[in-house]
């Protein structure tokens, strides 16, 4: 079993920046995949980036690309996510998720945590 637990979201002003933490437990998470996605009011929940993995590269979608940043400490416990230049549109929950195939969709990953809300104004 995992548990994701994420941090660092907040109320922003548009243009501000902001550091995600998800604290990962349990079994081995070294050989798992790490992504992030958001669930904003109403829509369904998107892939953000996920981590490189097993000579992946990092990926993003287009929206965050040049803004997010996605990494991972050595240990392999702990996923970032650093948001520069946040938008109004980025208002999301956050989650963060792990799995054993890498992938942008949401089935494709066993473990969630909770989330965290970011809320960017105008």
């Known amino acids: 079993q995992v548990h994701l637990v994420e941090s660092g979201g907040g109320l922003v002003q548009a243009g501000d920046s902001l550091r995600l933490s998800c604290a990962a437990s349990g079994r081995t998470l070294s050989t798992n995949v790490m992504a992030w996605f958001r669930q904003a009011p109403g829509k369904e929940r998107e892939f953000v980036a996920i981590n490189q993995w097993n000579g992946y590269s990092p990926l993003y979608t287009n929206s965050v690309k040049g803004r997010f940043t996605i990494s991972r400490d050595m240990a392999g416990n702990t996923l970032y996510l650093q948001m520069n230049s946040l938008k109004p549109e980025d208002t999301a929950v956050y989650y963060c998720?792990?799995?054993?195939?890498?992938?942008?969709?949401?089935?494709?990953?066993?473990?969630w945590g909770q989330g965290t809300q970011v809320t960017v104004s105008s």
């Open positions: 998720a792990a799995g054993n195939n890498y992938g942008t969709l949401v089935r494709q990953y066993e473990y």
